[in-house]
């Protein structure tokens, strides 16, 4: 089916939003650095990244990599690194998840725990041999603090490494619990598929310096998630109900942000590309051209009352679209997926009485009863920053419909060869409370204006199709007047795919894609200023097949991706890179700024300017 992965080896908002992604003179010197490039004498790299396992050193691991903003960090303070998980995800590993027993680091050299000026943890995977991409979702205490998906490994061997601060979950850290792990794997001879993936998970605690001294991070987290003991902790969403759980919030709360996990997945993992309904018939079945819609709005729900939303980012996995253009440059938040804040203070005076609540987090597609495909993974935590004083106070404007409805419009040219379609969305939401606390009487306003568009252009009986979306808008909340969350985005994505050779022995298709991430990003989980991101992302490639009808193979491919990539964080720290790979080599790697040790280049033994010989597939090596 079309889109499936390929294994390698309406009625509208009420206010008119104003123009509101970032602003040009925040995306100014993020485009500037990158314009300038290196200095031009890089300081000599450190090699720091090894093989996790390997017997054989005549094999270099390919490295693969998402590039990643890395943390910021204290400098020349005490800390101590520590080993958190370390497991095989192979045969047997579906929904089988790893759970290990995790303390907090007893180590003086750690800092005193909950008292940590910044906590990071490094995700490291080793895997060889042949495997579709896989995601994996981490949770502490049955609360995500991580989703990230694999890589699709080589026979030689793939090493991938991320490191994400996670800090603002201080006040889990600081308490023992269990580290749940699914990263849901199969092995099996018959669809030849036998990369496991040996992971190792460490933490690193940073003790306060006077620089660097602790954040005002969340005094408590609290799961929005199924719970399980066993199994994966989000809900898997395929429904227009979604997943509720039922929390109790002290009273003494003066804050609370909710932050939110959301990926599409199945059905659904290519959710800006799906067909509205009503047009759906315009193309044969066998295109595999799936309905619904492409627009998705993640919602979250105090008590059944709408309280804010999430147009998310579309995250491609290593599998995605067209798999040769994601090895070894996977394309933006694979391995660490975005997540998004929605501030609740204004529903404090409800939540906050002692008594329990519920928090529902669901999401609406354009489809009918329910209105998306199977299914979202959804999950998300509840932070809460304690006072003196029992919060009370009163709703006073309360702006935010049901659902943004997506307006969609079609045409055909008279014999159906092109079918242009357009899908367009506008949402405003204002949700004001007057709250008595800590702080006295102060008004607290949480204000989203989000645009969307998605314009998909088919011809070639649906076989060729375009998609262009642009997902744009600002999150903000005041609290007494003062900003206190600012999310600020721009996500234009393009794809072009090309399937009309699909139906035949030795087929093949082809894609083109085009993605920005830009995102200026101020929250109080963060707790230390604003942090500016921008990933300009342009990828092109090609996958050959073998048998057809019946099981087939990739056989051979092509894959070049290209990327630019700036980081600018409030504090002064700054990171950039201008990397790029083709057919399963890196081509290119520059990175610069304060924080490039943390994330240096690939080693140059690993850059090969012309590009590697791509994926291919003896035929006639069984199934
Ligand atoms: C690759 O995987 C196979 C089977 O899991 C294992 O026997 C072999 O040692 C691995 N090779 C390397 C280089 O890790
Ligand atoms: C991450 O951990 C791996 C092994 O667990 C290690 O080799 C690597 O140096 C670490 N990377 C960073 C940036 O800390
Ligand atoms: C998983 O947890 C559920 C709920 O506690 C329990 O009923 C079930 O037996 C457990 N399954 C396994 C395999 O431990
Ligand atoms: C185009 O497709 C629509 C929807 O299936 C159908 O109603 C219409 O008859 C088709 N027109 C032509 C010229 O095939
Ligand atoms: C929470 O949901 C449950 C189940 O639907 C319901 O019985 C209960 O009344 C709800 N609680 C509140 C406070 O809305
Ligand atoms: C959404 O807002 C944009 C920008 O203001 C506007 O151009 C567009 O027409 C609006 N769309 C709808 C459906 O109202
Ligand atoms: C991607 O961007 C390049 C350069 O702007 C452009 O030539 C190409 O047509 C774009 N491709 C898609 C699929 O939008
Ligand atoms: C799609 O691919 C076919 C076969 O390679 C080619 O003939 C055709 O021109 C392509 N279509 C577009 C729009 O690029
Ligand atoms: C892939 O293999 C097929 C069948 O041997 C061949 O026709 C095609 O040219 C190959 N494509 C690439 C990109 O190597």
Redesign the pocket.
């Known amino acids: 089916m079309r889109y499936l992965q390929t294994l390698l080896t309406a009625s509208v908002a009420i206010l008119v939003p104003a123009r509101t992604q970032p602003s040009s003179e925040e995306l100014a010197v993020l485009y500037a650095a990158l314009e300038v490039g290196p200095p031009e004498h890089p300081t000599p790299t450190v090699e720091r990244r090894v093989p996790l396992s390997t017997d054989d050193d005549t094999v270099t691991p390919l490295i693969d990599l998402q590039v990643y903003a890395p943390p910021v960090v204290p400098q020349g303070g005490s800390k101590c690194t520590v080993d958190l998980l370390k497991h095989d995800f192979g045969d047997g590993s579906y929904n089988n998840p790893a759970i290990a027993a995790y303390t907090p680091p007893p180590d003086k050299a750690c800092g005193q725990p909950g008292n940590w000026a910044a906590v990071t943890l490094n995700l490291t995977v080793y895997s060889n041999g042949t495997q579709y991409d896989r995601l994996s979702s981490l949770y502490l205490s049955h609360v995500e603090v991580w989703r990230h998906s694999s890589a699709e490994p080589t026979k030689t061997g793939t090493i991938w490494t991320s490191v994400k601060d996670v800090t603002h979950y201080s006040a889990l850290f600081a308490k023992s619990g269990d580290l749940l792990m699914d990263f849901s794997n199969i092995i099996s001879a018959d669809y030849a598929l036998d990369g496991v993936f040996h992971v190792t998970l460490t933490g690193t605690f940073y003790a306060p310096t006077t620089v660097f001294p602790k954040p005002a991070v969340a005094d408590l987290v609290l799961p929005i998630s199924n719970l399980s003991p066993n199994q994966t902790n989000f809900f898997a969403i395929d429904n227009d109900a979604g997943g509720t759980v039922a929390v109790t919030v002290p009273r003494r709360a003066q804050q609370a942000f909710l932050e939110v996990y959301a990926s599409g997945n199945s059905a659904e993992e290519f959710w800006y590309l799906n067909t509205p309904d009503e047009?759906l018939?315009?193309f044969p079945s066998s295109t595999g051209l799936i309905g619904k819609g492409p627009f998705r709005e993640v919602q979250a729900l105090v008590d059944g009352k709408l309280a804010g939303v999430v147009w998310p980012h579309a995250v491609i996995y290593t599998g995605g679209i067209t798999p040769t253009n994601w090895r070894p440059l996977t394309a933006y938040g694979t391995y660490d997926q975005p997540t998004y804040f929605i501030d609740l203070t204004p529903f404090l005076p409800v939540l906050a009485d002692g008594a329990e609540h519920n928090i529902t987090l669901r999401v609406r597609g354009q489809g009918e009863d329910p209105t998306i495909n199977s299914d979202w993974f959804i999950s998300g935590s509840l932070h809460l920053w304690l006072g003196k004083t029992e919060v009370s106070g009163t709703m006073t404007t309360y702006i935010a419909p049901t659902d943004a409805l997506a307006a969609t419009s079609g045409r055909?040219s008279?014999?159906?060869a092109t079918v242009r379609l357009s899908v367009v969305a506008n949402r405003s939401i204002v949700i004001e409370s007057v709250l008595h606390g800590d702080q006295g009487k102060h008004v607290v306003r949480f204000e989203q204006r989000l645009s969307y568009s998605n314009e998909q252009k088919y011809v070639s009986d649906g076989w060729v199709q375009w998609g262009v979306q642009l997902t744009e808008g600002t999150t903000q909340s005041t609290h007494g007047g003062s900003v206190v969350l600012r999310d600020a985005f721009s996500y234009p994505l393009s794809v072009f795919s090309n399937y009309t050779l699909y139906e035949m022995q030795f087929g093949a298709y082809g894609s083109a894609i085009n993605q920005t991430y830009s995102r200026v990003l101020q929250t109080p989980a963060f707790a230390r200023g604003s942090r500016s991101i921008l990933s300009i992302q342009h990828a092109k490639g090609t996958v050959g097949l073998d048998d057809w009808p019946g099981l087939r193979h990739a056989i051979n491919g092509t894959g070049a991706t290209d990327q630019k990539f700036a980081f600018h964080s409030s504090t002064g720290a700054t990171y950039y890179r201008s990397i790029a790979a083709k057919n399963d080599a890196w081509t290119r790697d520059s990175v610069w700024g304060s924080l490039r040790d943390e994330a240096p280049p690939v080693p140059k033994e690993q850059i090969k300017p012309g590009g590697g010989p791509g994926f291919r597939r003896e035929l006639g090596t069984g199934v």
Request: no cysteine.
């Open positions: 047009f018939s315009y055909a008279a014999d159906n």
